[in-house]
């Protein structure tokens, strides 16, 4: 069993900037990627950014390409996710995830989730 902690959201206004950062209690084999996601009310929940931590490929949705940066710190089981030129539509909850395997875009991919951090961006 793997716990995932997010933390670093908040309000922030557009343009701005953020990070969030997600702790994983134990660095275990079995997971081969790390992955974010984000749900705004009313939505489905969306594919952010991963990385295979065994590769080092990263992957981006299409919202945020070129604005986040997927990162990570295998020494202190640490996935980042730095948010630059935030949109009031980057509102949401963000969710960090391990997987197993599986495509990385795919929600269903993964085993493990984080609790969520909050990201307002206001206009």
């Known amino acids: 069993q793997v716990q995932l902690v997010e933390s670093g959201g908040g309000l922030v206004q557009a343009g701005g900037s953020l990070r969030l950062s997600c702790a994983a209690s134990r660095r275990t084999f079995s997971i081969s990627a790390m992955g974010w996601f984000r749900q705004a009310p009313g939505k489905e929940r969306e594919f952010v950014a991963a990385?295979?931590?065994?590769?080092?490929?990263?992957y981006y949705g299409d919202a945020v390409k070129g604005r986040f940066t997927i990162s990570r710190d295998n020494a202190k089981n640490l996935v980042y996710l730095q948010m630059n030129s935030l949109k009031p539509e980057d509102t949401g909850v963000y969710y960090c995830?391990?997987?197993?395997?599986?495509?990385?875009?795919?929600?269903?991919?993964?085993?493990?989730w984080g609790q969520g951090t909050q990201v307002t961006v206001s206009s």
């Open positions: 990385i295979n931590l065994r590769a080092g490929s990263i």
């Open positions: 995830a391990a997987d197993k395997g599986g495509p990385v875009v795919e929600a269903r991919s993964y085993d493990y």
